[in-house]
């Protein structure tokens, strides 16, 4: 008796653990799903994996800022919005890795790592577009057999170490712009020389020094740096339409 209770315990534990493993990875398809739909800029796809839902949210965070959608209507009124007028996929490929998932029910909590490959890689010229990696926390609900996504945190973790000259030179520059925004012409024209002494072969800085002098009404130190921003990078186009309208006035 006493070996027939124990096999049938056993026999309980392996069940359980098959269907936790199969919810697993229904969840984890779930997620795939979305992640191939939001690099085809698939919305009606996209759709069918988020939960309709008025309670539905999604968060962005790093060190650059703090971003929050609320109400399944905001988030697929900003989806459809965003991809209407960006058609073109920005991502060619994103991996998902390393899965936690906690789930009772109908109800699921997942964590896992997202490296986005970007369709143009230019690591070594601004805006420094190379592999991202998020790292995601969701809540999944399932509605029917289907798991669907009710909300999600994105994060950046990579921006809260990184020390990287190109991080410098976008902070700096970003503080720069802060101040041109304050109508600080001067300090702005400040900070963006420092980022020109620092970052001497980098086109984007003449360019924001350029604009900075351009709105102080130096025209002469404006169309010098826009030309070497040109000299360095030819197709920057919003420089090239900056650098003629200065030689019209």
Same mark, same amino acid.
């Given at each position: 008796?006493r070996?027939?209770?124990?096999?049938?315990?056993?026999?309980?534990l392996?069940?359980?653990?098959?269907?936790?493993?199969?919810?697993?990875?229904?969840?984890?398809?779930?997620?795939?799903?979305n992640?191939?739909?939001?690099?085809?800029?698939?919305?009606?796809?996209?759709?069918?994996t988020?939960?309709?839902?008025?309670?539905?949210?999604?968060?962005?965070?790093s060190r650059f800022?703090?971003n929050k959608?609320?109400s399944?209507?905001?988030?697929? @009124? *900003?989806?459809? &919005?965003?991809w209407? =007028?960006?058609?073109?996929? %920005?991502?060619?490929? #994103?991996?998902?890795?390393?899965?936690?998932?906690?789930s009772?029910?109908?109800?699921?909590?997942?964590d896992?790592d997202?490296v986005?490959?970007?369709?143009?890689m230019?690591?070594?010229?601004?805006?420094?577009?190379s592999?991202?990696?998020?790292h995601?926390?969701?809540?999944?609900?399932?509605?029917g057999d289907?798991?669907?996504?009710?909300?999600?945190?994105?994060?950046l973790?990579?921006?809260?170490t990184s020390n990287?000259?190109h991080?410098?030179?976008?902070?700096?520059? @970003? *503080?720069g712009y &802060?101040?041109?925004? =304050?109508?600080?012409?001067? %300090?702005a024209?400040? #900070?963006?020389?420092l980022?020109?002494k620092?970052?001497?072969?980098?086109?984007n800085?003449y360019?924001?020094?350029?604009e900075?002098y351009?709105l102080?009404?130096?025209?002469?130190a404006?169309?010098?740096?826009?030309?070497?921003?040109?000299?360095?990078?030819?197709k920057?186009?919003?420089?090239?339409?900056?650098?003629?309208?200065?030689?019209?006035?």
């Amino acid at each position: 008796m006493r070996k027939f209770t124990i096999l049938s315990a056993l026999l309980c534990l392996a069940v359980g653990s098959f269907a936790q493993n199969a919810e697993d990875e229904n969840i984890k398809k779930t997620i795939q799903a979305n992640a191939n739909a939001i690099v085809q800029r698939d919305v009606d796809a996209w759709k069918a994996t988020m939960l309709h839902d008025p309670a539905a949210f999604t968060t962005f965070i790093s060190r650059f800022g703090y971003n929050k959608i609320m109400s399944w209507d905001s988030m697929a @009124a *900003t989806v459809e &919005r965003d991809w209407k =007028a960006n058609p073109k996929p %920005e991502v060619s490929h #994103i991996k998902l890795d390393s899965y936690q998932i906690r789930s009772n029910g109908n109800m699921a909590f997942v964590d896992y790592d997202a490296v986005m490959t970007p369709t143009d890689m230019q690591p070594d010229i601004f805006p420094y577009t190379s592999e991202v990696r998020f790292h995601n926390y969701e809540t999944l609900v399932k509605e029917g057999d289907q798991w669907k996504i009710l909300s999600r945190i994105r994060t950046l973790p990579d921006t809260y170490t990184s020390n990287s000259d190109h991080d410098m030179e976008a902070d700096i520059n @970003a *503080t720069g712009y &802060r101040l041109l925004g =304050a109508k600080k012409m001067n %300090e702005a024209i400040e #900070i963006f020389k420092l980022n020109v002494k620092l970052f001497p072969n980098s086109w984007n800085v003449y360019d924001s020094l350029g604009e900075a002098y351009a709105l102080a009404g130096n025209k002469k130190a404006a169309i010098e740096n826009y030309e070497k921003s040109m000299k360095l990078n030819p197709k920057n186009e919003s420089g090239t339409t900056a650098l003629a309208k200065l030689k019209m006035k």
